[in-house]
Each structure stands twice: as structure tokens, then as C-alpha cells.
T-cell receptor, first 113, second 110 residues
Framework: NAGVTQTPKFQVLKTGQSMTLQCAQD?????MYWYRQDPGMGLRLIYY???????DKGEVPNGYNVSRLNKREFSLRLESAAPSQTSVYFC????????????FGPGTRLTVT | AQSVAQPEDQVNVAEGNPLTVKCTYS??????LFWYVQYPNRGLQFLLK??????LVKGSYGFEAEFNKSQTSFHLKKPSALVSDSALYFC????????FGAGTTVTVRA
């Protein structure tokens, strides 16, 4: 039982390049989330998926797209990376509807130059 | 908007002393409150939550938190801190979507 896994762990992009961050969970959770963590700002929600087949914007969705590929996988895509997207990205998952805790992946550290 | 605030960027305590990490929340909406901890280069881990019921909530690793409606606070406490408690602590609020505070860095010195 690996929990929530994320790939890659580290990535350096040039401005304008694109990439996809992958996330998978093996806990049969319904809901999945993408956050970014910046110093002094806590975690901010980018997108979430309440259940398979649905996605919704969070607090800071601009410049990102997501795909809920199936119940296990939730990917985050940067179409044209910008230096402002330099951050640590966390994926999380939770059961739906019972205010249960979120389980977080180990994070992806992204630098855009 | 529902939100939380962590008024202290850093907390420093000696090992064996009590540890308190402060969190306050805005009055509007349901106060579903959570504490998470982040160790260096790791993802967040759940410590405890308040949904309803007893104001004193017990969680993982000997931590507890007290929900105080009159002061709109949800402070995290540990009676005797360990060096291994040194980490970044986040207060969060929400139901299926969480809003996080900015975080408090806790350093426990030996």
C-alpha cells in the first residue's frame, strides 16, 4: 500500500515549456486534489476532483489544467510554464463526504527558469 | 470566506517543555478544523481534527487541540515537546476543500 505517489520528484523547466505532473493513489479514495506550497503562504488549492469524472477549480487555477484519468490517477498539466509557477506541488486524496483527513504525496519541486 | 490564521511564524521551545501552536479562525461558516504537520522534504501528515463534540481533541504523536468558540481559536498543544517534533505545522479549515494557514515552524532544542 503505497498511499499517494507523485512523479517526478524534481523538475526544472524553461519558461514556455510544458509538463505534466502525475499523481496516483491506491486507497480507493474518491476525491483528489492538487496544491501548491510557497514560502509564507501555506498550501493553496489549484484544482480538485470530488469524484471520478469531475474536476473543479480551486483558489489558484490559472495556468494549469487537470485530468482525472480514472479513480486512481489525477494529473496536473502546465501548458506554458512561467517563473511564477516555481513551487512545490502536492497531490492529496480523501474519502468523500465524511470530513476525513487528506493524505498527501511526497511532493514535486518545480523550478521554472 | 472561511479562513484560518496562524499568528506566529516560528515557535521555539526546549525539549520537555510544553508546546503550543496557535490558530484562529474566522467566524463565518462551519468550524471544521484540522492540524497537519510537515517534516522536511515530506508531504503533510494529518494530526487531528475538530468537527463537533468535545472541545478537546486528541490526535497523533501525543498532540491535542482545544476548540474555543468564544475566542475562535483552535490551538495545538503538546505537554512535553520532543526534538523530533521540530517541523512545520499547518492549521486548516473546511469540509471537502481545505484552506490552510501560512504555517508555523516549530523548533525544539535539546
Amino acid at each position: 500500500n503505497a498511499g499517494v505517489t507523485q512523479t517526478p520528484k524534481f523538475q526544472v523547466l524553461k519558461t514556455g515549456q510544458s509538463m505534466t505532473l502525475q499523481c496516483a493513489q491506491d486507497m480507493n479514495h474518491n476525491s483528489m486534489y492538487w496544491y501548491r506550497q510557497d514560502p509564507g503562504m501555506g498550501l493553496r488549492l489549484i484544482y480538485y476532483s470530488a469524484s471520478e469524472g469531475t474536476t473543479d477549480k480551486g483558489e489558484v487555477p490559472n495556468g494549469y489544467n487537470v485530468s482525472r484519468l480514472n479513480k486512481r490517477e489525477f494529473s496536473l498539466r502546465l501548458e506554458s510554464a512561467a517563473p511564477s509557477q516555481t513551487s512545490v506541488y502536492f497531490c492529496a486524496s480523501t474519502r468523500q463526504g465524511d470530513l476525513s483527513e487528506q493524505y498527501f504525496g511526497p511532493g514535486t519541486r518545480l523550478t521554472v527558469t | 470566506a472561511q479562513s484560518v490564521a496562524q499568528p506566529e511564524d516560528q515557535v521555539n521551545v526546549a525539549e520537555g517543555n510544553p508546546l503550543t501552536v496557535k490558530c484562529t479562525y474566522s467566524v463565518s461558516g462551519n468550524p471544521y478544523l484540522f492540524w497537519y504537520v510537515q517534516y522536511p522534504n515530506r508531504g503533510l501528515q494529518f494530526l487531528l481534527k475538530y468537527i463537533t463534540g468535545d472541545n478537546l481533541v486528541k490526535g497523533s504523536y501525543g498532540f491535542e487541540a482545544e476548540f474555543n468558540k468564544s475566542q475562535t481559536s483552535f490551538h495545538l498543544k503538546k505537554p512535553s515537546a520532543l526534538v523530533s517534533d521540530s517541523a512545520l505545522y499547518f492549521c486548516a479549515r473546511g469540509d471537502y476543500k481545505l484552506s490552510f494557514g501560512a504555517g508555523t515552524t516549530v523548533t525544539v532544542r535539546a
